[in-house]
């Protein structure tokens, strides 16, 4: 009967837990950050940083290939001794050819920009927390879990000569 009224008890050194942000799959309060199936303490996470994720598959692999196509059209050409014969609209061609794969990478990262990625250690271990393709969303998030990470911080610990004197010994 004892143990049964302890456990329902709530910790003394507990403090109440703010709700900073919420949508479906993301969670962050004072004391937990939740992304999908992931749930961290807000006081284990260190080293945060942003940055952004990898290119599309498919975009990188299309760009592979015009870039390896481009190339090879040349390399053929020069080869062939074709480049002597050409007129100035073949040359044209083959400089819109060239920059063929450019253009696909700036289409693709329009279309299907890399995602913001959140990164942090916890426990040693440095971890994936977030990643989004949304941008406001994003932003939101981390500035929940910075705000968060404030509530766990020393008053003192930028500065700690503000508030604590210096040491003189008694003479």
Known sequence: MQADRASTRPPHWSRPTTLLYARPGIVVTTERF???????????????????????????????????????????????????RLTAGAYLALGVVCLLPVLLVLLGDRWRPPPHELYGHCHGTELLLFSSDDREQFEQVVDALHQAREQHRYPDADDPSTSAGYFRPVR
Do not use: I, K, Q, W
């Open 34 to 84: 939740t992304a999908g199936r992931s749930s961290y303490a807000v006081a284990d996470l260190t080293h945060l940083r942003t940055g952004r994720g990898p290119h599309d598959r498919l975009a990188a692999r299309v760009v592979t290939c015009a870039a390896v196509g481009a190339g090879t059209v040349g390399v053929l050409l020069g080869f062939t001794g074709g480049l002597e």
